[in-house]
């Protein structure tokens, strides 16, 4: 690939992290064609460049993360990997959990990246066969937690690869214990703030960077171990 295409994708990629309005929030919920298995030591970073580098195959914008399907959004139901994105700026800081009901049979990551200082300050990475048959109380819904300040912006983000057969995701929140509901828009609404103009910006530029340099330093490590064989 050109140094010209790969900063063309990376900018495609960037933009596909943008909320859709600096005035309401939104989640960019965006399919790639993959066949792609989680391993082993991988990062949401090197993860995100994974997703990145496939075949785009649809761009959404959603007001809430309630049964996302590939069937619904790519018109797919296996090989596929999706990638779900928001910025929030928090109002009420506290304990924040995620708690998320998927389909990924080929793994998955989730985070939550701190925009003031570009840091991850909470990740979660999984090799597994991920289904939890829209049931709550299955062992395969998984639950991250992260302390989030009032007053600071935040990326949050969840990619995942899937064989077969596309079934829906839900993600759910709660803030220091509250009832766990589907994240979105309105039931945000009481914790958070309306991003401001280029906040967004700035954290898909960060997200998009760090993907595309790990991206970048493990294709070129697998290289030089192609070569030295």
Known sequence: MSPRSTWAGLWLAIGLLLPG?????????DFAASTYQVQ????????????????PLSQ?????????AAPIYAGVTTDYSVLMTT???VEVGGTWSFQVGTDWGRGGAAVVIDNGSGTVIDEFVTTDDIWWANDWNNPDVFTTTAALAAGSSYTIGWVGFEGCCGGPATIRFSVDGSPFQPIGNTSLDPFISNPEPGSGVLAAV????????????????RGARHRSG
């Open 87 to 89: 910025v929030i700026d």
């Open 21 to 29: 309005s600096a005035s309401a929030l939104t989640f960019q919920v």
């Open 206 to 221: 960060g997200v998009a960077l760090l993907g595309y340099c790990r991206g970048r330093r493990r294709r070129a490590g």
């Open 60 to 68: 959404n914008s959603l007001d809430l993360l309630d049964g996302v």
């Open 40 to 55: 082993a030591g991988d990062t949401w970073a090197l993860l995100l460049a994974q997703h990145q580098s496939e075949t």
